[in-house]
């Protein structure tokens, strides 16, 4: 049975979740394609961050893994920037923020630091970025 590039990309990921390694020519065999299309998704499924590419196959993404801050700042730039902007218009006088080391929250400091001197606050973080 042949499937599309998405679903077959998804019964992939399924797989991963049974074993913790495919081959790529298990793969090609099992969906009767060529190994290039094979290689193309886990490509594909490995630039999403879904899965680690390794020689001959793939493997399952570890639990718990995430992005480095650099990294998850580069994606979704102008959403990062509007949830800071709107973020530093809550702070008012005299609040105490606590700003969290993450890739969203870290976008609050840029538009706090632009207002200083405009309210006196306290601000404290654990992220060495902010």
Known sequence: MRFGKKERQQRILQELQVHP???????AE?????????RRDLDALSDEGLI??????ASARPMGHQPDLAERQSTAVA?????????????RAGDVVM???????????PFLAARR???PRTFLTNCYAV
């Open 52 to 57: 680690k590419r390794e020689f001959g196959g």
């Open 99 to 109: 700003i969290d080391a993450g890739s969203t929250v870290a976008q609050i400091a």
């Open 30 to 38: 099992r969906f009767d394609v060529a190994t290039e299309t094979i």
């Open 21 to 27: 390694h495919v081959r790529v020519t298990t793969l």
């Open 79 to 91: 959403g990062f920037e509007r949830i800071g902007m709107l973020a530093a218009d809550m702070v």
């Open 117 to 119: 001197g405009t309210l």
